[in-house]
């Protein structure tokens, strides 16, 4: 590692104040602390945030919860209400990494988790989003967790969240507290960017802008299921997952919510998908139908080909459960 400062400020106020260029701030560290031994990230100062008082879950007027940055990914998915009203999210968590990274892991961090391809955590490749402007060593490369939708002829990489796919198929919103003291309110579905040809900005935050809680809306009608395809049976990346929130009424389809995890630079969610279902009966049609939505747009690269079937066979198997069909 390169030599690097540390600061512990008392509130988030505090924080957002201490950070400045060249610096990062830092919770439970279980991905930032390997980028720095790796010298992917190189900050010039370390601002701790794991102590501040932002670790309770607590109920919201409209029947939904606020969620601290701060709080565990193993607190949050064994909390009551969550394992009650939002099984999605639970098990969504649940399926990632190991016990005891879920343990230090943030809610706030897993949200700002960066990609696993292996060209950016390799200093010696070309990676557009560790070095823009010097190639994507990925494409033409050995891509096989990398991304199927929504990449760039700059950038195939995946987001790695599992939380984060849950948490878009639940309508979340991510508040924030600005440099300059402002909060902010960002919708989910607004806060990733795709690669284009900037993938090196993977979100809305501006510099110095820290993550306070996250939002759920009430919780949603109808059966959730989150469903996980990777390589081994734990502490894997997906190849492809699936997050499932459908509601069945009087013999067809309510009302649907679906989001993708290992098939693009963000957690995936395309309405087309959700259009294809509502107002049909439950059926392999209709899944077939929804499942041709999601990939329209599908491109594999050599060694992910595979992931367009995959998803495929793991959407339709997913909405099967959800619809008892």
Not at 16 to 21: N, P, R, S
Not at 24 to 39: C, H
Not at 143 to 155: D, Q
Not at 196 to 208: K, M, R, S, V
């Amino acid at each position: 590692m390169k030599t690097f400062t540390y600061e512990k400020p008392a509130t988030p106020e505090a924080a957002v104040k201490d950070i400045g260029a060249g610096a990062k701030f830092i919770a439970g560290g279980t991905n930032l602390l390997d980028l720095m031994k790796l010298q992917v990230e190189t900050p010039d100062k370390l601002v701790d945030i794991s102590r501040l008082d932002l670790a309770k879950i607590e109920e919201r007027e409209d029947g939904g919860l606020t969620i601290g940055a701060m709080v565990p990914n193993s607190d949050l998915a064994a909390d009551r209400r969550v394992v009650a009203k939002y099984e999605v999210l639970s098990r969504a968590l649940l399926a990632g990494a190991s016990g005891q990274l879920r343990n230090k892991a943030s809610t706030g961090g897993n949200l700002l988790q960066r990609t696993r391809c292996y060209y950016f955590y390799d200093t010696a490749a070309a990676c557009n989003k560790r070095e823009p402007g010097s190639g994507c060593s990925a494409i033409g490369g050995y891509n096989r967790i990398l991304a199927i939708l929504g990449a760039s002829e700059h950038c195939i990489a995946t987001h790695p969240s599992d939380m984060a796919v849950a948490m878009r198929a639940l309508d979340a919103t991510i508040v924030t507290l600005k440099a300059d003291g402002d909060r902010r309110r960002i919708s989910i579905h607004e806060f990733y960017r795709l690669p284009g040809d900037t993938p090196q900005i993977e979100n809305a935050l501006e510099a110095g802008e820290l993550i306070t809680h996250i939002e759920l809306p009430a919780p949603p009608k109808g059966k959730q299921d989150y469903r996980k395809v990777r390589d081994r049976a734990s502490y894997a990346f997906a190849l492809v997952s699936v997050a499932a929130v459908v509601d069945v009424q009087d013999g067809v389809i309510a009302s649907a919510s679906l989001a993708f995890g290992g098939l693009g630079p963000m957690p995936w969610r395309n309405p087309a998908v959700e259009a294809a279902l509502i107002g049909k009966a439950p059926s392999d049609e209709a899944f077939e139908a929804a499942a041709t939505a999601l990939l329209a747009d599908a491109k594999g690269y050599g060694s992910n080909d595979f992931k367009i079937p995959l998803a495929r066979r793991t959407l339709i198997a997913t909405l099967r459960t959800v619809t008892g069909a």
